[in-house]
């Protein structure tokens, strides 16, 4: 006999226990005669299930902080990793069934920290002379959750496609990718969407389709590595392909996992003709959706609904932050009418995990792994011969920020050809982290990656005069405008017009002012090179990532400018490497103060 679902009251209850969503269970409503034994009637069939989500994990296993060597903290008390998600979806699980629970994932999962690096260039998963990889930590970690799908995030291709299909190869569930497209072909580079069945007794399966969708803004940021490989179209073109056939198919949930936020902003710009941050869009415009997990933006939304323009009904969204600070929960309640299942309620919000324990089983799977890592990052490379802390640097110049500029240039330089290495070299780079630090003494890898927290690689490019003043202007929007007179506040500075502080450039080898008191597109001022006004026709080439090389945020003609130099070196190892090579690192060799803040002429700080 098959097993009596739960009832709604035994579900509240046990929902209630596990701070799982409050969502109605499945339930069969049978005619009295049902319990005296005799044959029932034909019932009224209802039935629930959830779909649990994470995004944007990052190789965030534990609540652990390579770069600080430390378990993780914030002022917020949010805890890091799938561990201790696990034990949330476990919970999740036991209160509502085994088979009445999916896990999804909206990608970005194998670049962030320092875990996610090695595995992917000190011991990679692909293997090195010949020998086979170790399985990756993510990897390992998923599969024991038992995820049913995962979408591709754009930063799945950081270390180029052969380490992603390695780790996808390692997966027990597909990376969806509908949007994601052979060069040549223009068929599925990865698997569209799939399709799961939750069952339930004496009934038709439900069955539920997942759609995966990545970012269209990898053709730019990693162009290197997959230029005249794979394509990207957009999100909502691609979606208007395949929830029309997941219908066809006979899905009666329709789920989308999105690498892609829901305002409909791009930072590119009109770079490419498709918006980086579509979800809202796609349920506005594609009919046939039920729900989407969001990703890519690193915000909380625990629920959020867009009516579709041609059918008027609610989509429901959820975005749950990021490196596993919480797990959205999307309940779904349906009915069986005619043998179709038909969604009659749906209902989202966040879990945190800070409260609860890590799950032992990932602890014991890959404490071996996390512990390797920690070796690693704690490996001397040289000395310095004072503190260098970035807590200034989104506003002030400092020498932690002109290492970097350092070592850029100094790269670039080297591998010029003998006509560009005669024109004036500059480096842009932006203050990834605020809370940075390369203190006085024995100076160790965690304490470079922790300034440097990207995989970007290092290009040269070539701009003129005029076109590096329209740079820093666009930089510069980053301020907000505190008119002369006015007191300079830095806590409400900057990130003005959601320039985050990764999106924000300074420039080293060349002086100039920023002019806070002016509109945003007349604040650089004073722009020289060896004390001489830049002219408008001079040319320069530039040391910047490959992120900004390619157009990531949306600056002026550097994308399209012409290429001087590249590499497929990480900077973060070329930084370590310049300190391992000169044993000590001192401020006296690199620290020069070329840029300020004013007030209508008048220094701010």
Not at 452 to 467: E, H, M, P, S, V
Not at 475 to 496: F, I
Not at 514 to 521: K, L, N, S, T, V
Request: glycine fraction near 8%; charged fraction near 20%; proline fraction near 5%.
């Amino acid at each position: 006999m098959p097993v009596s679902p739960m009832n709604r009251r035994e579900f509240v209850k046990k929902s209630a226990v596990t701070s799982a969503a409050v969502a109605a269970a499945g339930t069969v409503a049978a005619a009295p005669a049902e319990a005296a034994g005799r044959q029932p009637e034909k019932a009224h069939r209802t039935w629930s299930f959830s779909i649990l989500g994470t995004t944007d994990l990052h190789s965030h296993v534990f609540d652990w902080d390579y770069y600080k060597d430390a378990a993780y903290s914030d002022k917020a008390g949010n805890s890091v990793g799938v561990a201790r998600v696990a034990t949330l979806v476990r919970q999740q699980r036991e209160a509502k069934g085994e088979d009445r629970v999916l896990l999804v994932d909206a990608g970005d999962i194998i670049q962030g920290t320092s875990l996610a690096y090695y595995f992917a260039r000190v011991d990679p998963i692909t293997g090195t002379d010949g020998k086979c990889g170790p399985r990756h930590p993510m990897a390992v970690a998923m599969n024991h959750m038992r995820y049913d799908a995962a979408a591709l995030g754009n930063h799945e291709f950081n270390y180029g496609i052969d380490v992603l299909r390695r780790f996808e190869s390692q997966c027990h569930f597909p990376l969806l990718g509908a949007n994601a497209l052979d060069a040549k072909t223009l068929r599925p580079a990865f698997q569209p969407y799939t399709v799961k069945r939750i069952r339930v007794p004496g009934a038709p399966d439900i069955k539920v389709g997942i759609l995966g969708l990545t970012n269209p803004g990898i053709a730019l940021w990693d162009k290197d590595n997959v230029g005249g490989r794979m394509v990207f179209p957009g999100l909502v073109e691609q979606a208007r392909k395949y929830v029309p056939r997941l219908r066809a198919l006979g899905c009666d949930v329709v789920f989308l996992t999105d690498h892609s936020g829901l305002d409909g902003s791009s930072s590119y710009g009109d770079a490419l003709p498709y918006v980086e941050n579509a979800s809202n869009l796609v349920a506005e415009q594609v009919p046939g959706i039920d729900a989407i997990l969001v990703g890519h933006t690193h915000v909380e939304v625990p629920s959020y609904t867009v009516k579709n323009a041609e059918t008027g009904e609610e989509v429901l969204l959820s975005e749950p932050y990021c490196w596993g600070y919480r797990l959205s929960v999307f309940d779904f309640e349906l009915e069986l009418h005619h043998g179709q299942w038909k969604v009659t309620g749906k209902t989202a919000q966040t879990l945190n995990p800070s409260g609860v324990a890590e799950d032992p089983e990932i602890r014991k799977l890959l404490e071996a792994d996390h512990e390797l890592v920690v070796k690693y990052v704690n490996t001397a490379v040289g000395t310095c011969t004072a503190d260098l802390s970035a807590a200034d640097s989104c506003w002030r110049d400092v020498p932690i920020m002109d290492f970097i500029h350092k070592v850029q240039a100094e790269t670039v330089k080297a591998g010029l050809s003998t006509a560009d290495a005669a024109l004036p070299l500059i480096s842009v780079a932006a203050p990834f982290s605020r809370t940075a630090d390369i203190p006085q003494g024995s100076v160790t890898i965690k304490d470079i990656a922790g300034l440097y927290i990207y995989d970007n690689t290092l290009y040269g490019k070539k701009l003129t005069g005029a076109q590096l003043k329209d740079y820093l202007e666009y930089a510069a929007k980053y301020y907000h405008q505190v008119p002369a007179g006015t007191a300079v506040d830095t806590a409400t500075l900057t990130n003005a017009n959601s320039f985050w502080d990764y999106m924000y450039d300074t420039a080293a080898g060349v002086s100039y002012d920023i002019d806070i008191a002016q509109p945003e597109g007349s604040r650089i001022r004073n722009l020289t090179y060896e004390g001489a006004p830049v002219a408008d026709d001079q040319v320069f080439v530039v040391a910047v990532n490959n992120y900004r090389a390619n157009g990531g945020s949306g600056y002026p003609h550097i994308a399209s400018a012409e290429i001087a130099y590249s590499s497929t070196n990480e900077i973060r190892q070329l930084m370590i490497d310049y300190v391992t090579t000169k044993k000590t690192l001192d401020p006296a060799d690199f620290a020069v103060t070329n840029w300020k803040l004013t007030q209508a002429g008048t220094p701010v700080f």
